[in-house]
């Protein structure tokens, strides 16, 4: 069964940093697309960031850009998100999603997701 698998979720004041990552199991992701998303308490699953699959492309939302980092290891098939600078509003489940294809903001278009990793940042 394949499954993805974030870590590096927690607890941070404002104005700290975490580093996300996400490793699947079961198969290779090398040749797909990876997303990262979060979703509030009562909000939609929002887009934060995605990589294409060769890493050379990337995109970020307005609300993170220059704040967060999008990376990815082939060999190491994982994928990373650093966050930096991170405020409240930042608090959400954060979740790693793979897409056969090319990189996109919507979250229908990708085919595989992980369970979700908890992040709150604190005032």
């Known amino acids: 069964q394949v499954q993805l698998v974030e870590s590096g979720g927690g607890s941070v004041q404002a104005g700290g940093s975490l580093r996300l990552s996400c490793a699947p199991s079961?198969?290779?992701?090398?040749?797909?697309?990876m997303g990262w998303f979060r979703q509030a308490p009562g909000k939609e699953r929002e887009f934060v960031a995605g990589?294409?699959?060769?890493?050379?492309?990337?995109e970020y939302a307005d609300s993170v850009k220059g704040r967060f980092t999008i990376s990815r290891d082939n060999l190491l098939n994982t994928v990373y998100l650093q966050m930096n600078s991170l405020n409240p509003e930042d608090t959400a489940v954060y979740y790693c999603?793979?897409?056969?294809?090319?990189?996109?903001?919507?979250?229908?278009?990708?085919?595989?997701w992980g369970q979700g990793t908890q992040v709150t940042v604190s005032s």
């Open positions: 079961g198969r290779t992701f090398a040749r797909y697309a």
């Open positions: 999603a793979a897409r056969n294809g090319a990189a996109s903001i919507a979250a229908a278009e990708y085919d595989y």
């Open positions: 990589i294409s699959w060769r890493g050379s492309s990337t």
